[in-house]
Structures are given as C-alpha cells and as structure tokens.
C-alpha cells in the first residue's frame, strides 16, 4: 500500500480525487493511501469468502460486502477521520448506511493481505479496527496459505482466537455457527 501524498490534505480533497479516479484510496487522519489492484488469486479466494458468509447470512440480520465499499469509521471519543475499503465487511447495524459508503463500525472484518500491503493491514488497520470495536478481524495470508482470527476481548483488546495454517477449519467467534475451510479457501 503507497502513501498518495506525503502531506495531510483535508477529507474535502480526498472525496475529489476519489471522484475522479477509479483507483482504491483509503483516508486515515488526513493521509491518502492507495491500493494496487488485486491479484487473481485474491479475487478468487475474496469471491470464495463473500459467497460463503452471504450463504451464511442468508435471512439473518447482517449483511456481508466487499470491496470496493467505503466504510467511514466513526465512534464516539474517536477523533480523526479514517475511511476505509476492507475487502469483506459485515454489517448487522443498518443505521450507517448512506447512498455512498457506510458510517460507523462494522461488527466484522477481512483482509486479504497482499504482498505490498502486509504492514497496513496487519499493523495499522488491526489497530485502527481494534480502537474503533471492531468485534472480529480475520487476516487471510494467501502467501503462507493461512487464517488469523482476532476478536475483542472484555478489555476492548484484540485475542488471537483462532489461526489455521495449509489446512484445518477457522471458526469464527462472532458470527456463531460461521467457520472456513482452509482448503475450499486456497
């Protein structure tokens, strides 16, 4: 993940470039980070994620979403703007939805890490999903063929609560019920 610019801007500036660019930008406190596109192997284990938690969700009350789709985290005592394009989300709060991104936090999150964004997403953003209460963060690593699952504990903090690799069944803490394959994944 490149930095845009070496200098903060104001949300007004990146809601412009983002306008008239069809790249994947994320906006944390005022600086633009852009994302390379995805990888074939990416979009099929992204794909293969996405039907299985929408399978899974089916006639329940969360829905699942994946990239690209802007989520603008939002909480109280947070300051800073921070948006976000995590390539799966899933939503059970309807109320942050706008016509062009969602507002707020979603109850769970997964990102497929890539070879040029493994810091952003394992250090930075399990930060910023873990201070904003994110219930579960799950971090595919599709070059070590495995699954980190992180979910809130009584403190606010992130547990490993489970971590899978090459084969074996990840199961998810919050979404109960709801487990991957690591095999159907790779």
């Known amino acids: 993940m490149d930095l845009y610019k070496n200098e903060q801007m104001p949300v007004k500036d990146y809601f412009r470039i983002r306008e008239n660019s069809e790249q994947l930008?994320?906006?944390?406190?005022?600086?633009?980070?852009?994302?390379?596109?995805?990888?074939?192997?990416?979009?099929?284990?992204?794909?293969?994620?996405?039907?299985?938690?929408?399978?899974?969700?089916?006639?329940?009350?969360?829905?699942?979403?994946h990239a690209p789709f802007d989520i603008e985290l939002k909480r109280e005592n947070i300051e800073g703007t921070k948006i976000v394009i995590p390539d799966l989300t899933v939503i059970c709060d309807k109320a942050g939805f706008t016509e062009s991104r969602y507002i707020g936090v979603p109850n769970f999150i997964i990102e497929i890490l890539s070879p040029t964004n493994q810091s952003h997403d394992l250090i930075t953003k399990l930060n910023i999903y873990m201070n904003y209460g994110v219930q579960e963060y799950w971090i595919v690593n599709p070059m070590l063929n495995s699954v980190t699952v992180y979910s809130l504990d009584e403190k606010r903090m992130y547990e490993q609560h489970d971590m899978k690799t090459e084969s074996g069944r990840v199961k998810s803490k919050f979404l109960s019920g709801f487990s991957a394959d690591l095999q159907e994944i790779f």
């Open 25 to 65: 930008f994320e906006y944390i406190d005022g600086f633009v980070y852009m994302s390379p596109s995805p990888s074939t192997r990416h979009q099929r284990i992204s794909s293969k994620l996405h039907i299985k938690l929408g399978n899974f969700l089916r006639g329940k009350s969360c829905e699942v979403f």
